[in-house]
């Protein structure tokens, strides 16, 4: 954590915001230059006047000058300006690109599927969380009481952190620093007091990140709500507990619903419930076929799960006599992701009908088969497949992509809450909020930078509104998100949160849903912005739109 660094370029400007949609190309050039701050008036000593006085008005002047600006800027934002709403809009399903890329020199296309190829309702949630606290009630004897937890949708981001020897969920900007509004002991947010009592320093050195654990993938929603809620609970009974064997029987409560199968029976038993049809779906991996794309299916759940989800899913668009299969020339379940991509497991051939794994040596991949288990060495070796050919949709920046980036091959992840962000980040309210927090943000940096220690009395109610207003404004910008950890990608003063470093790290390229694609020609080279500071799919609203 404490090696965190920014990867991007660090000037404010976007020159160029291109996306497809529906077929038409849009294009929005704004620059936003950089703020400068109005160069201090030089001032001639008269006759007997000390440099302390020449500075005491310099300081003067500058403190008006920056009253003046903030009163104008109260009157200019009970208007939106014009140009404001000409801003580009950024497309919820557009592709947004860390590492260039030319999809004409891609030649295999590679899925993860459970939240990849498949998509899940909002209630897959309840069903994970209520599985585990009755494991974790029936096998871990936790108290009875727990059984009346119930899943809170409003609470969890994903890409939080779960501090294992304080009981503590952070979320963390890009640097390994806690956000001051993103720490919470159970569902108690923690004031900024408690946590410099806590933690010493709101940065993470490296002795404390080692008790650190992500929540990186789409199931940690359920995980991170009910360890708080237990922990909570404690707390309010007042029992003495350990924080990391709270994580550890959550952790294990909730692989253990999925090893042994409950949430998949559970899903297939109600897949109107919990999987959403998409009928874009086969479409897009009909045009990869068509294009002579070849195609493979890589997951860690079994394959009766993954049949039966991709037979619904796919109900109304295939032939009677069609199969889901037809369209891939690889299906490997239970991978064991992400040790398939070091370890040197062999491959073993599937059985559907029988539920058995064949003895022989698998050095072929054959059509229509399925295969079990493997690891990437063997799997390069038998398919001859190069690594910059081959991209890779996943949904879990470490299991799914993290591997995949290692050995060569492009990565895309897959986040769908990127759709929504999108879309509250293209509403003027919020952007009009983001040009306040500018502003303010400006004006506080000057008035700091104006003032000595031995004035700053002077500007103390300057300093004070300045602050509310910076504070009333980033409050806002978090509440269209969530009210408890605000937006996945950014923290509440507009830097990138430490899951943005891990989707740099490891994604080629991010989208919300792999049909997305199909807004783009095969043949496109995909292009990072020349110049951003934060995410490409985030556009900054310059605070001088709001400058008269």
């Known amino acids: 954590m404490a090696l965190f660094r920014r990867l991007l370029p660090l000037s404010s400007s976007i020159n160029r915001t291109s996306f497809w949609s529906s077929g038409i190309l849009l294009q929005g050039n704004q620059s936003y230059g950089a703020i400068t701050t109005p160069e201090k008036t030089l001032l001639k000593l008269e006759d007997g006047e000390t440099r302390g006085d020449a500075d005491s008005v310099i300081a003067d002047d500058e403190i008006a000058k920056i009253w003046h600006e903030f009163d104008s800027a109260k009157q200019s934002f009970l208007k939106i300006p014009q140009a404001l709403k000409e801003m580009p809009k950024m497309n919820p399903e557009g592709i947004y690109v860390n590492k260039n890329l030319r999809l004409d020199s891609i030649q295999v296309y590679g899925f993860d599927y459970d939240y990849t190829l498949a998509h899940y309702s909002s209630e897959l949630q309840n069903l994970i969380y209520d599985l585990a606290k009755e494991h974790m009630v029936n096998e871990y004897h936790y108290p009875e009481v727990c059984m009346e937890f119930k899943y809170d949708p409003s609470f969890p981001i994903r890409g939080l952190s779960y501090d294992k020897s304080r009981g503590c969920l952070l979320k963390l900007d890009f640097f390994g620093s806690i956000?001051?509004?993103?720490?919470?002991?159970?569902?108690?947010?923690?004031?900024?007091?408690?946590?410099?009592?806590?933690?010493?320093?709101?940065r993470i050195g490296r002795d404390q990140a080692a008790s650190l654990v992500g929540l990186m993938d789409f199931f940690c929603f359920s995980e991170a709500c009910l360890?708080?809620?237990?922990?909570?609970?404690?707390?309010?009974?007042?029992?003495?507990?350990?924080?990391?064997?709270?994580?550890?029987?959550?952790?294990r409560a909730i692989q253990h619903v999925h090893r042994t199968g409950l949430v998949h029976r559970g899903i297939l038993s109600d897949p109107h419930r919990y999987l959403v049809k998409n009928g874009q779906l086969l479409h897009f991996l009909k045009m990869l076929r068509?294009?002579?794309?070849?195609?493979?299916l890589l997951t860690n759940s079994p394959y009766y799960f993954v049949d039966g989800g991709m037979r619904f899913l796919l109900e109304d668009s295939l032939g009677l006599n069609d199969s889901w299969r037809e369209l891939f020339d690889v299906v490997i379940a239970k991978a064991n992701k992400p040790d398939f991509y070091t370890s040197e497991h062999p491959f073993r051939c599937y059985d559907a009908e029988k539920d058995t794994l064949a003895f022989m040596k698998v050095d072929a991949f054959l059509p229509n088969n399925v295969y079990y288990h493997g690891c990437l060495k063997s799997f390069l070796q038998i398919t001859k497949w190069k690594g910059p050919e081959v991209i890779y949709f996943g949904d879990h920046l470490f299991s799914d992509l993290r591997g995949p980036s290692k050995a060569g091959w492009r990565t895309a992840a897959?986040?769908?809450?990127?759709?929504?962000?999108?879309?509250?980040?293209?509403?003027?309210?919020?952007?009009?909020?983001?040009?306040?927090?500018?502003?303010?943000?400006?004006?506080?940096?000057?008035?700091?930078?104006?003032?000595?220690?031995?004035?700053?009395?002077?500007?103390?109610?300057?300093?004070?509104?300045?602050?509310?207003?910076?504070?009333?404004?980033?409050?806002?910008?978090?509440?269209?998100?969530?009210?408890?950890?605000?937006?996945?990608?950014?923290?509440?003063?507009?830097?990138?949160?430490?899951?943005?470093?891990?989707?740099?790290?490891?994604?080629?390229?991010?989208?919300?849903?792999?049909?997305?694609?199909?807004?783009?020609?095969?043949?496109?080279?995909?292009?990072?912005?020349?110049?951003?500071?934060?995410?490409?799919?985030?556009?900054?609203?310059?605070?001088?739109?709001?400058?008269?």
């Open 290 to 296: 068509e294009k002579g794309k070849k195609l493979f």
């Open 179 to 202: 956000e001051p509004d993103g720490c919470y002991y159970g569902r108690r947010k923690l004031r900024r007091k408690e946590i410099d009592e806590m933690y010493g320093t709101r």
């Open 227 to 251: 360890i708080a809620d237990i922990v909570q609970y404690f707390v309010d009974a007042k029992l003495e507990f350990d924080a990391c064997y709270i994580y550890q029987d959550v952790n």
């Open 414 to 548: 897959i986040i769908h809450e990127l759709e929504d962000e999108i879309l509250v980040q293209n509403q003027d309210a919020y952007r009009v909020e983001q040009a306040k927090f500018h502003i303010f943000q400006e004006l506080l940096g000057r008035l700091h930078s104006t003032v000595s220690t031995s004035q700053k009395s002077e500007a103390n109610v300057l300093l004070e509104e300045l602050n509310e207003c910076r504070r009333k404004a980033s409050h806002k910008m978090k509440a269209m998100f969530n009210t408890s950890f605000g937006a996945t990608f950014l923290t509440d003063k507009g830097q990138e949160s430490a899951f943005a470093y891990h989707i740099h790290q490891y994604a080629d390229v991010y989208t919300s849903k792999p049909e997305n694609f199909l807004l783009y020609p095969l043949e496109a080279w995909l292009h990072a912005p020349f110049d951003v500071k934060i995410m490409p799919h985030h556009v900054k609203v310059s605070s001088s739109l709001f400058k008269t």
